[in-house]
């Protein structure tokens, strides 16, 4: 189960957010079935306020859209840090798999 709020970010959204969660955890949830995470879909969000409010620790996710499609470039950058990201996520196995 996925609780969902957009709009332009703001703190507040994460004690909404776990309102949300905490209603549909109590009356949604089936058993054995996953607790429900909270995505917040925004237009720009502020990574220093996210990190301040622990939403890494939560089940609450934020993620932004773009409004406008940016040039080119930039979503090739972005796509390319986005690699990099995941990349350095990875177990290191692909360097243990070459020796």
């Known amino acids: 189960m996925v609780a ?5 970010f703001e703190a507040g959204f994460k004690g909404q957010m776990e309102l949300s969660l905490r209603y549909l955890e109590k009356k949604e949830t089936i058993d054995g079935e996953n607790q429900p995470i909270g995505l917040i879909l925004c237009t720009g969000k502020n990574e220093e ?3 301040l409010m622990q939403l890494d620790k939560s089940n609450i996710k934020v993620a932004e859209y773009f409004t406008i499609l940016p040039p080119k470039e930039l979503l090739q950058e972005k796509l390319h840090q986005a690699i990099e990201i995941a990349k350095n ?6 360097q243990e798999n070459k020796n």
Not at 4 to 8: H, Q, V, Y
Not at 89 to 94: E, F, G, I, R, V
């Open 49 to 51: 306020h996210i990190e």
């Open 89 to 94: 996520k990875l177990p290191n196995s692909s």
């Open 4 to 8: 969902i709020e957009i709009g332009e």
